[in-house]
């Protein structure tokens, strides 16, 4: 049942306010514009947890703003899918935003303002994407998204920054393109482009469709880096480490697999996709699966490792929705935080590193484990988990893809998921063991300041404490359930 | 009073003129006040006309009290009246920013030629819209061109070439239209619009009424400056001052896009035969001109020039809406005429500011520009992201229609031709945007922006995001009601 609620509006007014006040604060108040920030993210984090409550006692909240076209609401509902995005991006903002003021003041970065300006800016689009009730709506946020990351990527403003920037523009916006096309598409044809649990296209059928589906499919995916469209991930790792972590991690590319899962099952109906159609684009997007954790093993800059780690758990939540059965779309939506807490806390390790030591490459961290033991545990936490090892979260989203394609009699994907965690075990435990089991102890290194180490401490302690209670606070499993119930029934 | 508006937006600016230039040998500052005065009237009474013809309908006025089809009509209805409000408005902005710029960059015995001269231009371009005489309008093109060439003749270096070849080509278009008028006045014997609309009805389908609907749409189409007929503009909008070319860039091309519109739907309309064939040439027109000017518009070296080439592919723009035939298409293309004016007035200003600041108009110079003058660059900013259809801004909305329009009526080059070349737009706006934010600055600025230029900057900004949020009511209100006269959609 919907209810009409301010609790959307609140959560999107709150980072737009928060970002002009960070830019009318600037440089010379700079800790009331870190404090701007801190806030923002706190009371964005009560605002989805008031929305969580809405949700369990049996409501969406929802909000209907105004007329875009006529027909056509700017709109926005919480409902359970939405929700399990939003509770990621904005815990993790609260989290990240700790961390990178660290990271920022360690480095002594300059146009700081700039920085946590778009950064607010950049939340602002996810928040939107998840909260949006229709396609349209999506995709204005969606490009808030990507034009709001630009001068994030380009931080540097160094050459290489600039080309990363516009490699970065040059692909998601003709992404985006192709995903509008698709959007007007239907709009044209069907006159609604709102999101329905189901789906409003029954068939795929002929050719122009067929057509529209894979323009929305990739032109979102381009955000969610399938292959070939991956290329800006890895490139856009110039930027500072927290945008890394909480953007080209969490919030940009689960917004480009967001985007895709809700195209697959809110507007067509993946159920009723043709075995054959299904079939190849899984295919498709095994080739992503298998293709990134090869591309990540050669990879010497850890950053870089990490990005093609990251294209290829976008992909296994992809491929998971499109096993389309109820435990594999189950352990795919659970994959999008639970990655997103592993990754993230990967990412934070990586930034730690780099402030401390200014060591960006895999070959270099003999020995670091033993200055920065902290540091170090976290990350193998976080690497175990990615491997899929109980307790840690990342298992049990396997578990449950592993299960789904059972379900599915797909049996021969099987083959994917097991290879690609043995590749994940192939080019992050060789990290470890460098940390803690090679080199000596180089007595200049020490861990790095509490704001940066604690963030990353929590983050890692998250992903055990979801591992076991997959429910704790943020009630996943059940939002995941309901999702699920929404599909096929209870 | 409210009858009266028709005649009272084109006689304020027209008799203002004659002040402006005879009060500039008495006093040397008031005659930018005077045009100051004319532009804000004009945009009142625009408005007023405006929401006079929303509430109630089309407003007809006889000049001199002769009844239509003898005498001549102004004629205001849904779609002239917008137009004549973002015209008026639009020049009213550009004139309160550009006061300093023109002492600055012209010398102080030409400031009342050049201040009536917009005041004519200004009258020309309302004239144009409002009236519902296709001879009349003919006598308007005339006094808003030859304004406008002797405008940009007053520019620096190379000007008085370029003013000459606009001259030459604007004759040549004004000619063509004549021509046109004169086929049609033959067959019907009428010169008023609404009355060749029902002449037309009974005269059968000939090469002479061909002949003059094609010459019609040539002459408008070089005032217009459509591909490949629009050589004039470039060099025209980028050696005149830099005032004249931000007065006349978001206005002129936009009037005459408004007369092709007239012209097409208005008096002609698609179930005409040979018009499906004019509109399949006007598309492939259209569809080469936005790669060739989206191309041009990357690799210019000035500032100015690219910007025009970014107007020239907006005009592209509008000629794939009116081309694609469809409802939704030529929703799309009056809402793109219109969010083009603030579009193209932000961005020009924007740069008439830029070249205030730094008397240089490389993109180079751009470089650091957020950090020493962050209000110009929000105008880039903003103008920037409309142009290229980045939502919530205005350019998006119209481009919705356009694509939607395309895909109804299956003219896939032109939904082409529209994704690739905002796509190649991106790259322009980018490497400004780029420029402007993500470089450091190695040059100072010569002045301080005027107050002015904040004000108007700021509004210009802003409207491009209400534009946005209006674009549901705009085509409620204004777009729909006038496509519903037209009978055929």
Same mark, same amino acid.
């Given at each position: ?45 009560? /605002? ?183 290329? /800006? ?254 599909? /096929?029934?209870? | ?34 045009? &100051? ?79 009536? =001269? ?12 409002? !009236? ?14 030859? %304004? ?14 370029s ?23 033959? =067959? ?37 400056a459509?591909?490949?007929?629009h050589t004039w503009l470039p060099d025209a909008y980028s050696h ?5 070319s ?47 000017f989206?191309?041009m518009a990357?690799?210019q070296?000035e500032?100015r020039r690219a910007f025009s080439y970014l107007l020239l ?12 035939? !469809? ?21 020009? !200003? ?27 660059? $929000? ?18 909305? %119209? ?18 031709? *529209? ?38 900057? $700021?509004?210009? %900004? *802003? ?8 674009? %549901? ?12 006269? &037209?009978?055929?959609?």
């Amino acid at each position: 049942m919907e209810k009409e609620s301010l609790l959307p509006l609140l959560a999107l007014l709150t980072p737009l306010l928060g970002s002009f006040l960070i830019l009318i604060f600037g440089e010379k108040r700079r800790n009331l514009r870190e404090g701007t920030t801190l806030a923002a993210s706190s009371l964005t984090l009560i /605002w989805a947890f008031l929305m969580l409550k809405a949700l369990k006692a049996g409501y969406i909240p929802q909000k209907d703003l105004f007329e875009i076209f006529p027909g056509l609401m700017f709109s926005f509902r919480a409902d359970p899918l939405g929700m399990v995005f939003l509770l990621l991006s904005t815990s993790l903002w609260l989290i990240i935003s700790i961390y990178s003021i660290g990271y920022m003041r360690s480095l002594n970065e300059h146009a700081q303002t700039r920085f946590f300006f778009c950064f607010s800016l950049a939340i602002l689009g996810a928040i939107g994407v998840a909260l949006s009730s229709n396609l349209l709506s999506l995709f204005v946020f969606y490009e808030i998204l990507t034009i709001s990351t630009f001068p994030l990527v380009a931080h540097e403003e160094n050459l290489d920054a600039l080309r990363a920037g516009r490699k970065y523009l040059v692909y998601l916006l003709s992404g985006a393109s192709l995903g509008l096309f698709g959007i007007i598409y239907l709009w044209g044809h069907y006159h609604n482009v709102s999101f329905v649990a189901g789906g409003f296209i029954k068939e795929v059928k002929d050719g122009v469709l067929t057509f529209v589906f894979f323009s929305l499919f990739l032109g979102f995916g381009t955000k969610a880096a399938l292959m070939p469209f991956h290329e /800006w991930l890895p490139s856009a790792m110039i930027a500072p480490t927290p945008v890394s972590a909480l953007l080209h991690a969490v919030a940009v590319v689960k917004a480009g697999v967001f985007s895709c899962l809700r195209v697959l099952y809110f507007v067509f109906e993946a159920k009723k996709l043709s075995p054959e159609f299904s079939f190849w684009l899984s295919l498709f997007v095994s080739v992503t699966v298998i293709g990134a954790n090869l591309l990540a093993i050669r990879e010497d800059n850890l950053k870089r490792r990490l990005a093609f780690s990251t294209i290829n758990n976008l992909a296994v939540i992809l491929l998971g929705a499109l096993m389309l059965s109820k435990e594999a779309l189950k352990g795919a939506i659970l994959h999008i935080p639970f990655h997103g807490f592993m990754k993230i806390t990967l990412f934070m390790c990586a930034g730690s590193i780099y402030v401390k030591s200014k060591k960006e490459r895999v070959s270099e961290l003999d020995g670091i484990g033993h200055n920065m033991p902290f540091t170090m545990g976290a990350f193998t936490v976080s690497a175990l988990g990615l491997c899929g090892m109980p307790p840690i979260c990342g298992f049990l989203s396997k578990w449950y893809l592993c299960l789904g394609t059972l379900e599915a009699s797909k049996n021969w994907f099987l083959l994917v998921w097991l290879t690609s965690s043995f590749l994940d075990a192939v080019y992050f435990l060789p990290i470890v063991y460098r940390a803690f089991f090679k080199g000596e102890k180089d007595p200049k290194i020490k861990e790095a300041p509490p704001s940066m180490t604690i963030p990353l401490l929590l983050t890692a302690l998250g992903s055990i404490v979801f591992g076991l209670f997959p429910n704790f606070a943020f009630h996943l499993l059940d939002l995941v359930k309901m999702v699920i119930s929404s599909f /096929w029934g209870v | 009073m409210n009858e009266q508006l028709p005649a009272l937006v084109v006689i304020i600016p027209l008799l203002f003129s004659f002040i402006i230039y005879l009060i500039g040998f008495i006093e040397k500052r008031a005659p930018y006040f005077m045009l &100051l005065i004319s532009s804000a009237l004009t945009s009142l009474f625009s408005w007023k006309l405006l929401i006079r013809v929303i509430r109630k309908g089309s407003l007809s006025y006889h000049i001199g009290g002769w009844e239509p089809p003898w005498g001549i009509e102004y004629r205001v209805d849904h779609l002239n009246g917008i137009v004549a409000f973002a015209v008026s408005f639009v020049a009213f902005l550009v004139v309160l920013s550009f006061k300093e710029r023109v002492e600055r960059e012209v010398d102080p015995p030409r400031w009342s030629q050049l201040y009536a =001269l917009f005041s004519l231009q200004l009258c020309g371009l309302l004239g144009i819209t409002v !009236t519902g005489d296709v001879f009349n309008l003919y006598v308007l093109l005339e006094i808003a061109s030859f %304004s406008a060439y002797s405008m940009v003749a007053i520019g620096k270096r190379g000007a008085e070439f370029s003013a000459l070849r606009y001259l030459i080509f604007g004759t040549i278009g004004a000619c063509c239209y004549l021509l046109g008028v004169g086929h049609l006045y033959i =067959l019907t014997g009428s010169l008023n619009m609404v009355d060749i609309v029902n002449l037309l009805k009974s005269i059968p389908d000939s090469s002479a009424l061909r002949v003059g609907l094609c010459l019609l749409v040539i002459g408008i189409g070089i005032k217009m400056a459509l591909f490949p007929l629009h050589t004039w503009l470039p060099d025209a909008y980028s050696h005149a001052p830099s005032t004249v070319s931000a007065f006349l860039a978001p206005l002129g091309t936009k009037v005459a896009g408004y007369v092709l519109l007239r012209i097409l739907f208005g008096i002609f309309n698609p179930s005409f035969p040979s018009e499906k064939v004019l509109l399949e040439v006007l598309g492939w027109m259209a569809f080469m001109g936005a790669f060739f000017f989206s191309f041009m518009a990357i690799i210019q070296r000035e500032l100015r020039r690219a910007f025009s080439y970014l107007l020239l592919n907006e005009i592209s723009f509008l000629g794939m809406g009116i081309a694609s035939g !469809t409802l939704d298409g030529l929703r799309g293309a009056i809402l793109h005429l219109i969010n083009d004016v603030f579009m193209m007035g932000c961005l020009f !200003t924007s740069l008439c500011a830029f070249i205030h600041q730094f008397e240089k108009e490389d993109f180079k110079y751009l470089e650091g520009l957020g950090l020493l003058s962050p209000w110009v660059s $929000l105008g880039f900013l903003m103008g920037g992201l409309s142009v290229i259809g980045i939502p919530p801004f205005c350019g998006f909305f %119209s481009k919705w229609y356009l694509i939607l329009g395309t895909i109804q009526g299956k003219k896939w080059h032109l939904l082409v031709g *529209i994704l690739v070349s905002s796509l190649i737009n991106a790259i322009l706006i980018f490497k400004v945007l780029e420029k402007i934010y993500l470089r450091h600055p190695h040059v100072e600025l010569l002045k301080k922006l005027p107050f002015t230029f904040l004000i108007s900057l $700021l509004i210009l %900004s *802003i409207s491009l995001l209400a534009l946005g949020g209006l674009a %549901s009511r705009i085509v409620k209100m204004v777009i729909d009601p006038w496509i519903v006269t &037209l009978g055929g959609f």
